[in-house]
């Protein structure tokens, strides 16, 4: 998928490039600016910008277990500035900005070991 857009906020490039490799269930997505990052599925599903995930008023995060095998069974663009995942699992809320993906692309390390440690003092698991 190749979005050709224009969008630009607050310094952020504009999406170049969108593809989803099914078999690695990783989505790689390439910026103007020259930069690129990859999100699992599992990853882009657990930091879901829904209200069902980041909750009501962005203080009520959900923890999302047991996604570990979790994969987009599509991708639907949105005007010419987002994306809607619908995952295998049957979650499809939530719309995956430009601006989105990279913040989540430079913040990626620090989200996913957050994730990890909430899940280990929760007793919860990656697995479904």
Excluded at 25 to 53: H, N, Q
Excluded at 98 to 113: N, S, T, V
Aim: with cysteine; hydrophobic share 35%.
């Amino acid at each position: 998928m190749n979005p050709h857009s224009p969008y630009q906020k607050a310094g952020r490039p504009a999406c170049s490039e969108l593809r989803y490799k099914s078999a690695e269930k990783r989505l790689e997505i390439a910026f103007a600016d020259g930069r690129s990052f990859g999100f699992t599925a599992e990853f882009l599903r657990i930091e879901s910008p829904s209200a069902e995930v980041q909750g009501h008023g962005g203080t009520d995060k959900t923890l999302v277990p047991g996604r570990r095998h979790v994969a987009i069974a599509a991708i639907e663009p949105v005007g010419s500035y987002a994306v809607r995942l619908r995952f295998d699992d049957g979650h499809d809320t939530g719309l995956y900005s430009w601006e989105w993906f990279y913040d989540r692309g430079h913040d990626q390390d620090a989200l996913w070991a957050s994730y990890l440690d909430r899940m280990q003092a929760r007793g919860l698991s990656r697995e479904p």
